[in-house]
């Protein structure tokens, strides 16, 4: 389950799954773009099955716990889990300037620290060998391109209506309901192509050991989107 074609089958069958779980029991179109429904749960289960992929695929956990760490932080932001335990959102500001419970000011503040964490090792470990795999043309490298491009047009267009309503910028309902749909759709499109990064990354890394010593492919020196020692 660990080739690129046998994960994008997988994920393809886990979507249209959970696609029509939702169609059978939606009312309308609505629910299918409704929070924690229909494309929103396809999404999380992509997350989920990325994270096995990565789980049974990667050669040293512990080096890349960021990797996992931050798979299952998107997916709980899916789920809503940001804003669901607390009386504010652990991003917003207002959870740490109002009147509230200090518990959950400590549990924001540590959510808060574990992302910066994630997300600054991710940047220090893996940011100069994905650009050297754009260099040499990994595929990999260049589907994380698509995906981070799908992401930052997602979070563009997300309340684009709100977001521009302070320049005098108005959008008709409808539009903004397109709007949202396809921020849905572009963020499962975006589970989708981390399920092949992941994928290529663990077939890049068994052609290494084919054609070389074994245990080289096992050192934290291996990185696995440029396919060779960096």
């Known amino acids: 389950m660990s080739h690129p074609k046998d994960c994008l089958i997988v994920s393809l069958i886990l979507s249209l799954a959970a696609l029509s779980s939702s169609l059978i029991a939606a009312h309308d179109l609505h629910e299918l773009f409704a929070e924690g429904q229909g494309v929103e749960l396809v999404t999380v289960v992509l997350f989920g099955f990325a994270l096995v992929v990565w789980a049974r695929t990667s050669p040293d956990r512990v080096q890349g716990w960021h990797i996992a760490t931050i798979l299952a932080l998107m997916a709980m932001r899916e789920m809503d889990f940001d804003k669901r335990f607390t009386s504010n959102g652990v991003l917003q500001l207002r959870l740490y300037t109002a009147d509230g419970p200090l518990i959950e000011k400590i ?73 949202a749909r396809i921020e ?44 060779q020692r960096n």
């Open 107 to 179: 549990i924001g503040l540590i959510v808060i620290a574990v992302i910066l964490a994630a997300v600054w090792r991710l940047i220090r470990r893996d940011v100069a060998p994905w650009l050297f795999g754009l260099r040499a043309g990994r595929l990999q490298a260049w589907l994380m391109v698509a995906a981070f491009g799908l992401l930052v047009f997602a979070k563009a267009i997300d309340g684009i209506g709100r977001k521009l309503a302070p320049f005098g910028v108005e959008f008709s309902p409808l539009f903004e309901s397109r709007a």
């Open 184 to 227: 849905e759709l572009c963020e499962m499109l975006f589970a989708i192509l981390i399920v092949q990064i992941i994928a290529l990354a663990y077939q890049g890394r068994r052609r290494w050991q084919a054609n070389h010593n074994d245990t080289l492919a096992m050192v934290p020196a291996f990185h696995p989107m440029v396919g």
